[in-house]
């Protein structure tokens, strides 16, 4: 029998096929890359090629669309409703009569690549987790004593090449209605080649999953496409924990003292997780059994409080983990409402105070891809921090406590409309100039009409840092009171001084309390980089990431000023803004990704500063700003730092 040449681009894949062979036939053969959910029935147009007409000399074929099989009353169907775009082809019906070269459309590809939005969020490959297998089930009869079961394993054996799939009891629970609804024709949602997840009557073209970023104030929710990898819906909810407690050590004491009290913040977690599920189905239009996989990506705390294990361990040294690695736990044993064989996958955990989220973060930013030396800081009332590249991976934990969101602060408030986030102050004058959320002016432009309620974090950070740059905060922190003769600004309160950012109520001021209070939370932070730049064998990292949801907020320069980080060529510092939710959704879209982060994570190298004999040396070090010892020359290339001089030993009046 005649062959005929076929080369599928970009794939490059090639191979000759008897005449009349399918396009699908021969992309399955070649391995190339071409989608189908129905199986080459010409019902759900996702093998759609495009021919690529002209000599090409390269490849040695005359390519030609008349090299294909005409037309037929499937694809003429598909092209009617809009659902064949005009001059293509569906693979499965178009058979070889003569050698062509065909493309296969990006959407038509199951691996491709999705864009994803955000400054630095790298491009995520598609390579899916759950399937979907349209099969025609044979029907049962008096003479056939095989069950319904047992048909639809053996049709998908026959379709798909799909054996000993495991089909749990709530799946099996709705297979024979599904069946008879559907005429014996149904779409199966299998994960991993291993698992059935759902199965529903007729064809299905596509189905959801959600990637969570389990976060101990807010949870983040992105609803995807898991064939397209398209975010269809996102939500966010304020964790309801909190009103167990304010940060993460607080409930797990609330754990630890009150009996049922785990396995109440467990509720409260579950109960928040299934609200946003519903939340985001709801949103996109779909029902919530079309979502079919979930990833998590949450500190150790959160990690285990979801999973109903006792967080208690995580309280105290030697804070050990329940477990560690990768786990897919059935999501109806989390409670939640979605199809019901699907898994929530969450993803491994560094170390008692480096979570899933922080490994999230590693797979979003890929330092272990690269060679330069990446600093990796996710800011939160316990930093993350991972320090390398391709060569090695460290990483640790510092407790940064809670300044950073605002609490402890005088003023203080969480980042929402009315607080302040930016602030200037003028060296010459001491009079400051400032920028609130919700509102685009700046505090002495006109149109500036905010309803100014605090300052949080990021304006702290920078209250500080330009309170440094000004003059009125010395090297050590202490407030120059001095300047109280020049400016009514700073001013003396209970035996300290203060500087007044706003004297209308609410009053808002910096405290000498205040300010020591993000001494202590950055010299926390700048600790624990520093060790992990001394174990690294480096004085400096080549570029610094700051990610968190706050850390997308915090303005290098004045990250700097204040010595949050290690000095380094402003150019080289970015936010990566939400590098864990960004983790969690290429888990969710792509297999292979969690086998690679749960091997990077098994070779992440962990230090634990609370042990580490030179933490408190460097903690103490790091109190001044931007650090007693260190030069920044980096900085000192955008601005003048004060001269370096302590508070005079002098007991204030
Ligand atoms: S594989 Fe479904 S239309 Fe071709």
């Known amino acids: 029998m005649t062959d005929h040449a076929v080369v599928f681009t970009p794939s490059g894949r090639r191979g000759r096929f008897a005449a009349g062979t399918s396009l699908l036939a021969a992309a399955r053969a070649l391995g190339a890359d071409l989608d189908s959910v129905c199986g080459g029935r010409g019902i759900c147009g996702r093998c759609q090629v495009a021919v690529?007409?002209?000599e090409h000399l390269k490849l040695g074929i005359a390519s030609t669309a008349e090299h294909l099989t005409p037309l037929n009353a499937a694809e003429a169907r598909l092209e009617a409703r809009g659902r064949l775009v005009p001059g293509r082809r569906l693979g499965c019906q178009a058979g070889l009569c003569g050698d062509v070269v065909v493309d296969v459309p990006p959407e038509h590809q199951v691996h491709r690549q999705v864009v994803a939005k955000g400054v630095d969020a790298r491009p995520i490959a598609l390579d899916p987790v759950v399937t979907l297998h349209h099969v025609q089930v044979g029907e049962p009869d008096m003479h056939d004593p095989r069950s319904d079961a047992q048909r639809l394993r053996e049709a998908l054996a026959a379709e798909w090449g799909l054996e000993g799939l495991r089909l749990p009891l709530p799946v099996l629970a709705g297979l024979q209605a599904a069946l008879r609804k559907g005429g014996f024709a149904v779409t199966v949602a299998v994960r991993q080649r291993r698992d059935i997840v759902a199965i529903w009557p007729g064809l299905v073209e596509s189905v959801q999953g959600v990637a969570v970023d389990l976060g101990s104030t807010t949870i983040a929710a992105h609803l995807c496409d898991l064939s397209s990898g398209a975010v269809l819906a996102s939500a966010g909810a304020m964790n309801p924990q909190i009103r167990l407690g304010e940060d993460l050590?607080?409930?797990?004491?609330?754990?630890?003292m009150n009996a049922g009290g785990a396995a109440e913040l467990t509720q409260a977690a579950r109960g928040a997780l299934g609200a946003l599920l519903a939340e985001l189905a709801e949103k996109a239009g779909i029902a919530p059994e079309r979502i079919v996989e979930v990833t998590l990506a949450g500190n150790p705390v959160m990690h285990h409080l979801v999973l109903g294990l006792d967080p208690v361990e995580l309280g105290a040294a030697p804070f050990a983990l329940a477990e560690d690695a990768p786990l897919d736990v059935p999501a109806r044993e989390l409670g939640l409402a979605i199809a019901p064989g699907a898994f929530v996958h969450l993803l491994p955990c560094i170390a008692g105070h480096v979570g899933a989220d922080a490994a999230a973060m590693v797979l979003a930013e890929a330092p272990h891809r690269d060679d330069p030396v990446t600093l990796l800081v996710d800011v939160g009332t316990n930093a993350e921090i991972v320090l390398g590249s391709r060569q090695r991976l460290l990483a640790c934990s510092s407790p940064t406590g809670p300044a950073f969101e605002g609490a402890q602060i005088t003023a203080g408030q969480r980042a929402a409309p009315g607080a302040i986030e930016r602030l200037r102050i003028d060296p010459a004058t001491l009079e400051p100039r400032f920028k609130v959320i919700g509102?685009?002016?700046?505090s002495d432009e006109p149109g500036f009409d905010a309803q100014v309620t605090g300052i949080c974090g990021s304006g702290i950070i920078e209250a500080v840092a330009q309170m440094h740059l000004a003059g009125i905060l010395r090297h050590d922190g202490s407030l120059d009171g001095g300047l109280a003769e020049r400016s009514p600004r700073v001013r003396e309160e209970y035996r300290s001084f203060t500087y007044i950012i706003r004297e209308d109520a609410p009053r808002i001021a910096i405290t000498q309390h205040d300010v020591r209070a993000v001494q202590l939370a950055k010299a926390a932070l700048h600790a624990g980089a520093k060790l992990l730049m001394r174990r690294f064998g480096i004085a400096a990292p080549d570029r610094i990431k700051l990610a968190g949801a706050f850390g997308g907020h915090i303005d290098p320069?004045?990250?700097l000023v204040l010595g949050l980080i290690p000095d380094c060529p402003l150019e080289?510092?970015?936010?990566?803004?939400?590098?864990?939710?960004?983790?969690?959704?290429?888990?969710?879209l792509n297999a292979a990704a969690r086998t690679e982060i749960a091997e990077v994570v098994r070779r992440i190298e962990k230090v634990e500063t609370a042990i580490e004999p030179d933490f408190q040396q460097e903690f103490v070090a790091a109190m001044a700003l931007p650090h007693a010892t260190d030069a920044y020359p980096n900085l000192a290339r955008h601005v003048t730092?004060?001269?370096?001089?302590?508070?005079?030993?002098?007991?204030?009046r």
């Open 439 to 442: 509102c685009d002016a700046w």
């Open 641 to 652: 730092l004060p001269p370096r001089r302590s508070a005079p030993r002098r007991r204030l």
């Open 557 to 559: 320069l004045h990250a």
């Open 52 to 54: 690529q007409p002209g």
């Open 249 to 256: 050590m607080s409930r797990v004491s609330y754990a630890m």
């Open 572 to 588: 080289a510092i970015s936010a990566v803004g939400n590098a864990a939710g960004h983790g969690a959704r290429i888990a969710l």
